[in-house]
């Protein structure tokens, strides 16, 4: 497996047009502001500010329940925030309606969750190829691209596996590739190694980050390893569904509360180890 640069595959003949959008400067691609969401009486996220930039890496750090997942999934439109906006490229998206978020994911995003996210019966190529054939590639076109996403990412050999053939660091090798083959303009990944040993989902998340990075994609990653955030562009830390300063266990760039100075310099910059 190459270190650094992926040689990623061109795009298929018919396949998805890409990030029909042309950049729009000082736009950022993905971004959400004041994005709160309860689950009945849970407050998942109280009060959430995100931005990541053309083909940017954010890890998303934070311990269990958090709010992670949450952010996660509002971000991709899988939820609907109870308040809050989204915008893509500097279009809302909280607004649409279940069918146009549904093409949105589809066309526009990609996903990698931690494991049995594949299709069982299918094997490796055609697990690869199904997200293209989605949207409108035909089953050839979707094959032999599949075949060239998974040569780039290192499996070669392992196209007619079905995933209960594979490893684990392959089969998140195969979901990587899925996420990436209508080359998407932002990939979301939830804790994608967190089924896997260190070393092969170190491998694992190497192989995310400069793929996605090698297709122009920008990425919101969820992660526990602070090593796998450390390739990241950029992390922030969640805690109780507030974005925290890194490493902090108190609460930093939301604002100041009851009874703390407002306007207090670099209240949200705070370095690690820089919270009260
Ligand atoms: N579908 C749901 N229904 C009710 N509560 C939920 C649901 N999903 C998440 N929660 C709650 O929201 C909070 C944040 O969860 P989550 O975003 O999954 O955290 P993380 O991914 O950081 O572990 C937790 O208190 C969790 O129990
Ligand atoms: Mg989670």
Redesign the pocket.
């Known amino acids: 497996m190459s270190e650094r640069s992926v040689p990623v595959p061109s795009r298929a003949p018919g396949s998805a047009p890409a990030a029909a959008a042309a950049p729009a400067p000082g736009v950022p691609r993905l971004a959400a502001r004041g994005l709160v969401h309860r ?2 009486v ?1 407050t ?1 996220l109280a009060g959430v500010d995100v931005e990541l930039g053309d083909g940017e890496s954010l890890a998303v750090m ?10 996660l999934h509002v971000l991709a439109g899988i939820l609907v925030p109870t308040s809050g906006v989204v915008t893509l490229r500097g279009r809302e998206v909280q607004g649409l309606g279940e069918k146009e978020r549904s093409l949105l994911r589809r066309s526009r995003y990609g996903f990698v969750f931690q494991l049995g996210q594949l299709l069982s019966e299918l094997s490796a190529r055609e697990n690869v190829a199904l997200p293209a054939m989605l949207t409108g590639t035909s089953r050839a076109e979707a094959e032999a691209a599949a075949d060239r996403w998974l040569a780039a990412l290192g499996l070669a050999g392992t196209e007619g596996r079905r995933p209960g053939e594979l490893s684990g660091g392959q089969a998140q090798r195969v979901a990587v590739a899925r996420a990436l083959v209508n080359r998407p303009e932002v990939v979301f990944a939830d804790e994608p190694t967190g089924s896997l040993d260190q070393a092969t989902g170190h491998d694992v998340m190497k192989v995310l980050v400069d793929s996605t990075r090698a297709v122009g994609a920008s990425l919101v990653v ?1 992660t526990h390893d602070a090593d796998v955030a450390a390739w990241c562009d950029r992390r922030i830390d ?1 805690r109780d ?1 507030l974005v925290v300063a890194p490493g902090s266990t108190t609460r930093a760039g939301v604002g100041p509360r009851p009874g703390e100075r407002a306007g207090a310099p670099g209240g949200d910059l705070l370095g690690p180890g820089g919270a009260r």
């Open positions: 689950f009945g849970t998942a934070g311990p269990s329940g958090s709010g992670k997942s949450t952010l969820v969640v569904g």
